[in-house]
T-cell receptor, first 111, second 112 residues
Framework: SQELEQSPQSLIVQEGKNLTINCTSSKTLYGLYWYKQKYGEGLIFLMMLQKGGEEKSHEKITAKLDEKKQQSSLHITASQPSHAGIYLCGAGGTSYGKLTFGQGTILTVHP | DAGITQSPRHKVTETGTPVTLRCHQTENHRYMYWYRQDPGHGLRLIHYSYGVKDTDKGEVSDGYSVSRSKTEDFLLTLESATSSQTSVYFC???????????FGDGTRLSIL
């Protein structure tokens, strides 16, 4: 079975700083999904990556999938308190759209 | 926002009692999923459905059953709740197997 490991497990940054969250897979990734979760709420879809070397951006968040398709990174530029939450990566590519998730990265942004 | 409603949002019950959680969607999506979220484990798939009356087990299905009699409703049942089933439960839906899943707001279940 596929396993995803996220690093770091938690991250505390000052507002305005850049940061990166990594997601490493035990197997080739055929679809990688990034989600954000605020405490007590559901997951919000951020981005999906499918091709090796693919990069997508939305506002100040950029996600990349490496050429070998075994690692993805999520980069936030000039972090804001609104970026705080739990970030989860999910691996797809299996039948019926099932996802396997990493354990999540807790991001705290101090004003 | 995807039209997904989970009910109840919070529930406290006792060990040994049956519990049913409901997920209702208004998107007419084919796929529906139940996950549980626990500290240090991320989200783990309990059961999923790929059509009316078509369901299958996920990674952590022991102690859970599901039913889907209509496209819009997916029920998760704990036949005899145990304290280890205290968790936050999320329902998700997807239209196709290579599309993102969209999640409900979750049900926080405490079993005493």
């Amino acid at each position: 079975s596929q396993e995803l490991e996220q690093s770091p497990q938690s991250l505390i940054v000052q507002e305005g700083k850049n940061l990166t969250i990594n997601c490493t897979s035990s197997k080739t990734l055929y679809g990688l999904y990034w989600y954000k979760q605020k405490y007590g709420e559901g997951l919000i879809f951020l981005m999906m990556l499918q091709k090796g070397g693919e990069e997508k951006s939305h506002e100040k968040i950029t996600a990349k999938l490496d050429e070998k398709k075994q690692q993805s990174s999520l980069h936030i530029t000039a972090s804001q308190p609104s970026h705080a939450g739990i970030y989860l990566c999910g691996a797809g590519g299996t039948s019926y759209g099932k996802l396997t998730f990493g354990q999540g990265t807790i991001l705290t942004v101090h004003p | 926002d995807a039209g997904i409603t989970q009910s109840p949002r919070h529930k406290v019950t006792e060990t040994g009692t049956p519990v049913t959680l409901r997920c209702h969607q208004t998107e007419n999506h084919r796929y529906m999923y139940w996950y549980r979220q626990d500290p240090g484990h991320g989200l783990r798939l309990i059961h999923y459905s790929y059509g009316v009356k078509d369901t299958d087990k996920g990674e952590v299905s022991d102690g859970y059953s599901v039913s889907r009699s209509k496209t819009e409703d997916f029920l998760l049942t704990l036949e005899s709740a145990t304290s280890s089933q205290t968790s936050v439960y999320f329902c998700a839906i997807s239209g196709r197997d290579n599309q993102p899943q969209h999640f409900g707001d979750g049900t926080r279940l405490s079993i005493l």
